[in-house]
């Protein structure tokens, strides 16, 4: 089994930063694609931003400009910097993760969920 760990979530105030973590630890053959998807209050769970295993990015239109996705392959983490923070950013943060056990099997994780509230 693989677990996700996410840090980094708290209060901050309108254009401020955070910078969120995920760090993938367990039984890892390798690690496909990686993203993070937030959740705000009575919304349906929605993509951020997600990351290739050879590094290509993509970002939902509400962040682009604003958030950059990055990784470390050898501590299995990725990252999340979110700049210029605004109130409707608001969300519990997940990190996703497609994994592979084996070369033959590959699961999909969630992390547990990290609070972003910007507010001031």
């Known amino acids: 089994q693989v677990q996700l760990v996410e840090s980094g979530g708290g209060l901050v105030q309108p254009g401020g930063s955070l910078r969120l973590s995920c760090a993938a630890s367990?039984?890892?053959?390798?690690?496909?694609?990686m993203g993070w998807y937030r959740q705000a209050p009575e919304k349906q769970r929605e993509l951020v931003a997600t990351?290739?295993?050879?590094?290509?990015?993509g970002y939902a239109d509400s962040v682009k400009g604003r958030f950059t996705i990055s990784k470390d392959n050898a501590k299995n983490t990725v990252y999340l910097q979110m700049n210029n923070l605004a109130p409707e950013d608001t969300a519990v943060y997940f990190c996703?993760?497609?994994?592979?056990?084996?070369?033959?099997?590959?699961?999909?994780?969630w992390g547990q969920g990290t609070q972003v509230t910007v507010s001031s």
């Open positions: 996703n993760a497609d994994i592979a056990h084996t070369i033959y099997v590959s699961r999909n994780y």
């Open positions: 367990g039984s890892i053959f390798s690690i496909n694609n």
């Open positions: 990351i290739t295993r050879g590094g290509g990015t």
